[in-house]
């Protein structure tokens, strides 16, 4: 067992930042096309009935029960097409003939779908028995005027956007995009393209993060690479703090001693807490700075997107005055080996497939090194292994959460 003293689990950490998160309060108005991500602002009531009108659910005839009682042919006295209703007398003892969408004319108590309908010289005749009210779509079954809709604080995507223009909105009210300055530290940084000196290294984190936070629909000010040198530290810190709603840095917060971070933190604004008891992502630091929520990413690729994908998410989305949706877990049987010790709550990546009985398993990605990035790529999702647990032999369950869309999920 290693030593985990003065290591915060990662959901007391969690409860620990986001009790002290307020959601922003400004917001901006979009048309549905740029809402996409965004967080609506303000409840939404319904202007209208939907549907606005009972209309047909099936290509067929509109009919009235007691001229069904009649057991004989019943002749077509008009026609309804969505759009364009019928509109005239209806005599007793005929049928309309109707399309989907098309409003029911009035006194209609059916439609029989045209399936069921035999068509024949003296009329209309129907094999099967009408029950009253079938294939009638009612006016607000789905949606009553003045309902509330969608509740403020949620979040947006293709199940909720499609429901404003079918109430006819045109623009909507969402949170203001929230500010995020992005920097990375270290001397041993490079970006891609230029030539790499004798111990250098390209940096990923950063563009990792950037890409992240636009996924997420966030405002980013990417600050690039900052030097270890306290002063230049010193001076990211202040700009960033000025500009942003969140500060997210990476690097520098190990023990080493280049690693200015945590100093910086306690000396312009308050550590929150800094080291968690979990792998990869011990060195997380939270903390806050004069305008602003500060997010310290440990260096090392792999622990930077796990823990922005664990801790900064759910900061976002807290932010932005949504509600964090728990992770969903599932339980699978390990597929085969997993090497862990106890001590920390581990995220190793995993392939989570179909095992030659059928049923799903989770396998390694291989080789979890906090360097290994690759492990991102080639799996799907998170094999999360408890604390106190230690090594998995194949067929026990373990607990999996699949990558979301910003790891391609
Ligand atoms: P640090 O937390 O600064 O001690 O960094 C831990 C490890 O992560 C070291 O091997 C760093 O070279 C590496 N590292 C730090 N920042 C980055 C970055 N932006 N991109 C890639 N690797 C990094
Ligand atoms: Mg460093």
């Keep these: 067992m290693e030593p985990t003293a003065g290591l915060m689990a990662l959901d007391v950490a969690l409860e620990k930042m986001l009790s002290r998160l307020s959601p922003l309060t400004e917001s901006e108005t979009l048309p549905l096309l740029h809402c996409f991500g965004r967080v ?27 001229d069904l009682a009649l057991e004989k042919p019943l002749p077509v006295a008009g026609k309804a097409f969505a759009g364009q209703p019928f509109r005239g007398e209806w005599p007793a003892g005929s049928v309309i003939r109707i399309m989907t969408g098309a409003p ?38 789905d949606i009553a005027k003045n309902a509330v809709v969608l509740k403020a604080g949620q979040k947006m995507s ?50 990792a993060v950037h890409l992240m936070l636009e996924q997420l629909g966030c405002e980013v000010i990417n600050l690039g690479i900052i ?13 960033a703090d000025r500009q942003a709603d969140v500060v997210i840095s990476s690097g520098g917060v190990s023990v080493g001693e280049a690693d200015y971070t945590k100093t910086l933190l306690e000396e312009l604004g308050e550590i929150g807490f800094w080291k968690l008891a979990i792998k990869p992502g011990k060195p997380f630091a939270f903390g806050r700075l004069p305008h602003s929520w500060f997010c310290g990413l440990p260096g090392n690729p792999v622990s930077a997107a ?13 932010l932005s005055g949504a509600e964090p949706v ?34 799903p398993e989770v396998v390694t990605t291989g080789h979890q090194g906090s360097h290994i990035f690759s492990s991102f790529s080639q799996g799907n999702c998170f094999v999360v292994l408890e604390r ?22």
């Excluded at 003296?122 to 079954?141: D, H, K, W, Y």
């Excluded at 339980?331 to 995993?350: C, E, H, I, T």
């Design 158 to 207: 293709v199940a909720q956007v499609p429901i404003l223009a079918s109430l006819g909105i045109a623009t909507v009210e969402v949170v203001r995009k929230i500010r995020v300055a992005v920097f990375s530290t270290g001397d041993e940084l490079r970006l891609p393209g230029e030539p790499l000196g004798e111990g250098e290294i390209y940096d990923t984190n950063r563009l």
């Design 306 to 318: 796990l823990t922005f994908y664990q801790l900064v998410q759910p900061l976002l989305l807290t």
């Design 40 to 66: 609506l602002a303000r409840d939404i009531t319904s202007p209208l009935d939907v549907p606005g009108f009972d209309n047909s659910a099936m290509d067929g005839y509109a009919v009235r029960l007691a």
């Design 388 to 409: 106190e647990r230690g090594n998995v032999e194949p067929g026990e369950w373990v607990d999996v959460e699949l990558f979301n869309h910003l790891f391609g999920g």
């Design 227 to 239: 030097r270890d040198d306290p002063a230049a530290l010193r001076e990211a810190f202040i700009e």
């Design 104 to 141: 029911v004319p009035a006194g209609c108590e059916a439609v029989v779908m045209q399936e069921d309908a035999e068509v024949t010289e003296a009329g209309v005749r129907f094999s099967e028995a009408v029950r009253a009210g079938q294939n009638i779509r009612l006016r607000g079954e």
């Design 326 to 359: 728990a992770p969903r877990r599932l339980k699978v049987r390990a597929g085969g080996r997993f090497k862990k010790s106890p001590g920390r709550l581990d995220f190793q990546r995993g392939v989570l497939r179909t095992g030659e009985d059928g049923q």
